[in-house]
């Protein structure tokens, strides 16, 4: 495994812990990403995390196709997100899956090029969900640090797009993870 990989595993393992500590009254609860409640989050992340093992593994987004579309959660969301993350888990141990060339919307790009976006969506995602059901969120603090400077470029891109809100201002003495989920247009 790569260190991006690695730390990948542990933001899967970090929104697992969340994704447990979800109680039955909070599936509707709204949170930071004003489009979607707990359960639509938790869709959203199972819907990319699915994708990972086949990607990582060299099939094309032709050869995925629609196999993740429809009804993802059913009666056992939690069930659902296991599955999924447990999958990518899995996919990141595979010889040779941190270091060819994935297949994604924008492009071919490196493995850990893809991994990284993964593990930005796994970060930020994950502090939506802890915002939302009252936990902490623990991102340890290399990572924080290397994901603000490797997202600040993108993160310009997909607000001229209208794909992310603009920053939020934080106190210069903020930490990375303040300052990442502030660059994400969150309110930390």
């Not at 260190?3 to 929104?15: G, I, K, T």
């Not at 979800?22 to 989050?41: E, K, N, Y």
């Not at 340890?140 to 209208?162: C, I, K, N």
């Not at 809100?165 to 247009?185: C, F, Q």
Request: aromatic residues 6%; negative net charge; hydrophobic residues 40%.
């Amino acid at each position: 495994m790569s260190e991006m990989s690695d730390r990948y595993v542990n933001a899967l393992e970090e929104l697992d812990r969340h994704v447990h500590a979800i109680g039955d009254d909070q599936w509707a609860l709204p949170t930071p990403c004003t489009d979607w409640d707990v359960r639509a989050l938790i869709d959203h992340l199972v819907y990319e995390t699915l994708w990972v093992p086949d990607l990582v593994q060299g099939k094309t987004l032709e050869e995925v196709g629609d196999s993740y579309d429809g009804e993802r959660l059913g009666e056992d969301p939690v069930g659902a997100w296991e599955k999924a993350a447990s999958a990518a888990i899995d996919a990141m141990g595979i010889e040779g899956a941190t270091e060819g060339m994935v297949h994604t919307s924008g492009g071919e790009v490196p493995s850990d090029e893809y991994i990284g976006q993964m593990l930005v969506d796994a970060v930020i995602h994950g502090w939506d969900l802890a915002q939302s059901i009252g936990v902490d969120h623990h991102v340890d603090t290399h990572t924080a640090s290397d994901l603000l400077v490797w997202f600040g470029p993108q993160a310009e891109a997909m607000q001229r797009y209208g794909a992310m809100a603009a920053p939020v201002e934080v106190p210069g003495d903020a930490d990375d993870l303040t300052r990442l989920i502030a660059l994400s247009g969150r309110t930390p």
